[in-house]
């Protein structure tokens, strides 16, 4: 039979261990605490600050490249597509992503430009305004039974693919019309959605954002940034 000083020692033992197990706990680094919301979907999913780079060169090129290679997934080959830029910001786009795409696919792809200003539906609504400035249109072939994709830099209330798809009949009957912007930044008035979006940025209505390049044009490496200024366009 177990004596009584076996049994106290015993439980001696055990009372150490759970001190020490215990001290051991308290003295290690806490990591909630030390937990940082850098990488968490909410600070992911916040809005940016005016005046923020949203999309940097670097970016703008890895999202040129993922829109190309779904592009290709979705349509199978370079065919058939027709790249249509929409002025200022879809031109330098469009020519980065017949780029993208000849580097994949070994193929060419056809750029056009299309302006919009004619067919915009508030024209009648700045009648007493200024001329609207007509831009560059420069379509090297009709769009009959391609699959034109229409590229812009930002897409807003949809008014702009809209007119663009007005302007784009004149040049004939294309077999399908699908959407590439750089950027999303939501604000629909009209049904209209993206098929491929570089970036989704939520903003507020009196923000805008810019597609800008050196010395502001649109030459040279990019940015796309966020401003708080009411954009100098009419609704996009």
Do not use: W
């Amino acid at each position: 039979m177990p004596s009584a000083s076996s049994d106290s020692n015993s439980k001696n033992a055990r009372a150490n261990n759970a001190s020490a197990s215990h001290s051991d706990q308290s003295s290690a680094p806490n990591s909630t605490q030390n937990f940082s919301p850098t990488n968490s979907s909410v600070a992911a999913n916040e809005a940016p600050q005016a005046g923020s780079i949203v999309l940097d060169e670097a970016a703008i090129q890895r999202a040129l490249t993922r829109i190309a290679h779904e592009i290709l997934e979705r349509n199978g080959s370079v065919e058939r597509l027709y790249l249509v830029a929409i002025p200022n910001g879809g031109v330098p786009l469009a020519r980065r992503l017949q780029e993208k795409l000849q580097e994949i696919s070994g193929a060419s792809t056809p750029v056009g430009v299309l302006d919009t200003t004619l067919y915009r539906d508030d024209l009648s609504r700045d009648c007493g305004k200024a001329r609207p400035t007509i831009r560059h249109t420069e379509m090297p072939s009709a769009v009959d039974g391609r699959i034109v994709i229409l590229v812009d830099d930002v897409v807003n209330t949809g008014r702009t693919i809209r007119a663009a798809m007005d302007a784009l009949m004149d040049f004939g009957r294309p077999q399908s019309v699908q959407l590439a912007g750089l950027v999303d930044r939501g604000h629909r008035e009209l049904p209209i959605r993206c098929d491929y979006v570089g970036k989704n940025v939520p903003t507020q209505k009196n923000q805008n954002v810019v597609l800008r390049g050196e010395n502001g044009t649109l030459e040279g490496p990019l940015e796309v940034v966020l401003l708080d200024a009411a954009p100098t366009e009419a609704l996009r």
